[in-house]
């Protein structure tokens, strides 16, 4: 049995998630790229990997996939115009933005997000439309915040129950 395209979107708009915006240096030409993933998981604690997914039509796709190292940067409530940004489509969108650049990896990372990952890329995973990227988590930052959730097609934060 095969779902209907309705179905599967309905499933996606129904998982809520934490939303990043993952970014890297171009190899072939030191040009920024950076998107804002929802796909973002802590995967193993030892070794500290995490791992996001990308699909294949996204312009960064070569540049991520074939990146040696990347940052992750875990948004807090207040950054909705940055995931938004980010959001966009291009390599327009990271000419003028801030970045942090990490200390040991020299990874784009954005300033004052919940946390800020340096990752070396592990593996990388083909599947279906979308590739799994893999990450050591080789540096790391965290602070205190709310975080930026996705849900239903909207950002909102976090309500304890
Ligand atoms: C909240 C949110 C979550 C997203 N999650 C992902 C994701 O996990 N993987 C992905 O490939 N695109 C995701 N996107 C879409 C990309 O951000 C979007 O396609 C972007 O334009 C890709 O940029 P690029 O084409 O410049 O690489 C998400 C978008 C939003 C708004």
Redesign the pocket.
């Known amino acids: 049995m095969t779902i209907t395209n309705e179905e599967y979107w309905k499933i996606g708009r129904a998982a809520a998630g934490a939303?990043c915006v993952v970014a890297a240096r171009d190899a072939s030409d030191g040009t920024l790229?950076a998107?804002?993933?929802?796909?973002f998981v802590t995967l193993s604690f030892e070794p500290p990997l995490v791992m996001?997914?990308?699909?294949h039509n996204?312009?960064?796709?070569s540049a991520m996939v074939e990146s040696k190292a990347f940052g992750v940067s875990l948004l807090n409530a207040t950054q909705s115009d940055v995931?938004q940004q980010?959001?966009?489509?291009?390599?327009q969108?990271t000419h003028g933005a801030t970045f942090d650049f990490g200390h040991l990896l020299s990874v784009p990372l954005v300033p004052e997000a919940l946390a800020q990952m340096e990752c070396a890329t592990n593996q990388v995973f083909r599947s279906g439309d979308?590739a799994i990227v893999v990450g050591l988590v080789e540096a790391a930052r965290t602070a205190v915040g709310q975080p930026l959730l996705?849900f239903s097609r909207q950002f909102g934060t976090f309500t304890p129950l």
């Open positions: 939303v790229v998107l804002t993933v929802s796909s996001f997914a990308i699909q996204a312009s960064s796709y995931a980010f959001a966009s489509k291009g390599r969108k979308h996705y």
